[in-house]
């Protein structure tokens, strides 16, 4: 299985709504992110899991809350979100390794209403 | 810091041309160098990456990249376009070294068309 997952792969949502995203992996990798990207602009990092551990938050407001419960996923928690929240939320996987690619989900489309 | 240089939003080529896809990078160190391609709506895939070792890498779809330090470039190749290679194609470098996982520095951006 090479391949990461992403669920659900569109979804519309009010300000006052909570919902969450959902990313999937079995590639054995330990490192997991999730991106933001804006039409025609490219991926903006938001979070860093390494070893289910957050490494790394990119200023990202407290409205956007990643979770890892485990190795194998990758959630992202919304809640309160405002109209320019709408993009593309792609999930990524790497092997801990400087050198590795990382493998991109499908992404979610998110548009807030 | 790290950064990445595309040159030229947008790329235009007719079917059967050559297809050329510029990148550079700024780099205080060798860096390890990507090339992505996005299709409308999909994520990211992996055309190609750079490490160490020979400078010239070959991807998949008959894409290929040279890696040339003297000009930090690493721009993309294809010598005959095909309708399937629209797209949006990102350069990226990793920004950390020494076996820890590197978090990717994306370029902006080319958007392929290739006319019939």
């Known amino acids: 299985d090479t391949e990461v997952t992403q669920t659900p792969k569109h979804l519309v949502m009010g300000m006052t709504n909570k919902k969450s995203l959902k990313c999937e992996q079995h590639?054995?990798?330990?490192?997991m992110y999730w991106y933001k990207q804006k039409a025609k602009k490219p991926p903006e990092l938001m979070f860093v899991y390494s070893y289910e551990k957050l490494s790394i938050n990119e200023s990202v407001p407290s409205r956007f809350s990643p979770e890892c419960p485990n190795s194998s996923l990758l959630n992202l928690h919304l809640h309160a979100l405002q109209p320019e929240d709408s993009a593309l939320y792609l999930c990524a996987s790497s092997p801990p390794a400087g050198a590795a690619e990382q493998f991109f989900g499908p992404g979610t489309r998110l548009t807030v209403l | 810091a790290q950064s990445v240089t595309q040159l030229g939003s947008h790329v235009s080529v007719s079917e059967g041309a050559l297809v050329l896809l510029r990148c550079n990078y700024s780099s205080s160190v060798p860096p390890y160098l990507f090339w992505y391609v996005q299709y409308p709506n999909q994520g990211l895939q992996l055309l190609l990456k750079?490490?160490?070792?020979?400078?010239l890498v070959k991807g998949i779809n008959g894409f290929e990249a040279e890696f040339k330090k003297s000009e930090t470039s690493f721009h993309l190749t294809k010598p005959s376009a095909h309708m399937s290679d629209a797209a949006e194609y990102f350069c990226a470098v990793t920004d950390n070294y020494g076996g820890s996982q590197g978090n990717l520095i994306f370029g902006k951006g080319t958007k392929l068309s290739v006319k019939p």
């Open positions: 750079y490490t160490t070792g020979a400078t």
């Open positions: 590639m054995g990798h330990r490192a």
